[in-house]
């Protein structure tokens, strides 16, 4: 899309806002008031994302609109979902409360859907990123999106300067190429410094979300919507070969744990990967945008930068994320108004104050337009514009499941194939 057509967006949705506001009555034209007087009443949100600041961007939001209070309430990320369920059993739920991919399903009917007649899909595809559609159902959206946490890799600098690289691998096949530099071993295999923490999943920091970006990379949604219902998909072929894009990865990242392998550079002895790489023993780590500040908080003198995700060679540029959006609670009293709030945080003018408190990207194409000048800020941009998820039916469960999937290939208890098609059966019974 050209610059020229995504104002035309900007202005249109724009428009769109302020007409829905004139015919809901909350907006009174031609007031004299020095305050727009458009919004009036409490809504109550609820999420996960905290920041110093953070109700500072709410207060703001509303403090054009006389009578409009946004009460954020912050939730402890582990007992989130639960509080929500007791919540809507209760009827005393939020009006609003965010959302990422992996909470679709579970939440589907106690989301309150944004009909396309109140908020048009072409104006919401023109105005998200393209990993936003996710939230898009035949029966209309399920929740406005406001930042993206997208997957990137950090890099220590002088592990890849001492060794004469100047820049990070952007594709996994440049791994191979780079691991005899980068990975140092014992007589007896121990790994005293890494290239790469892959091959293995209980003690990679971030390992569902590495494995998810190889699957979106290769063009496997993991999760699918199909006539309604959503359906494994994970053992489907992308391409129209005989082996399956699944298979495939699996056999490329066993090369990581595989002593055998000149790629070996990981194995079950190292405690985690991020704290690998805090200690400055591991070149290249994949994580969230998020980790940012907890990687400079566990050693503020580790000389790092970061960079987009490697990609896959002849395949789309992606990587996965969470998506944080905001859904209306199907039993909210003021769903008129919590649509008028969710418009209001995910508009422009305050999107972009969550990016900036949050420190991740925003999820609009007209704000991902405008790079920052911080060297993080617009690799998480970048980043964020090919942004992908799945929704994931129970994340804990599906921890448990990949966890299992690569015990079973590493102990030779399962081959490859059987062990895909285990995962394939244990993705469905969950979905259901």
Known sequence: ?????TILVAIFLAFFVFAVLIFSGLIKVGSSSSKS??????????????????????????????????????????????SLIESFASGDGPDLFFITPSMIIRNQNFINKIPYTSYPKDIYISSFIDGANIFLEPKGILALPVVVDPMVMYYNKNLLSNEGIALPPNSWNQLFKLNNKLTQKKDDGTILKSMIALGRYNNITDAKGILSTFLLQARNPIIKLEDGKYVSVLDKDSFGTAVSPFNVILKFLMNFSNPSSTAYSWNSSISSSINF?????????????????????????????????????????RTFGDIYALAINKKSKKTVLAFQVASLLSSSKVAKDFSNTLSLPPALKSLLSKKPTSSYMYTFYNSAIITQSWADPNPVSTNLIFNEL????????????????KVQSQLEQIVK
């Open 37 to 82: 007087n458009n919004l009036n009443g409490k809504i109550i949100v609820w999420g996960t994302l905290s920041a110093p600041n953070l109700y500072k961007v709410f207060e703001k939001a509303a403090a054009d609109n006389q009578s409009l209070v946004i009460d954020y309430v912050k939730k402890d990320p582990a007992t989130y979902e639960q």
């Open 1 to 5: 899309m050209s610059n020229f057509q």
């Open 277 to 317: 790489f805090v200690q400055g023993k591991l070149a290249l780590y994949l994580g969230k945008a998020s980790e940012l500040f907890k990687i400079q908080a566990m050693n503020p003198n580790l000389s790092f930068n970061v960079s987009e995700i490697p990609q896959t060679k002849n395949a789309p540029k």
């Open 406 to 421: 690569f015990n079973n290939i590493l102990s030779n208890k399962l081959d490859i194939n059987t062990a895909i098609n």
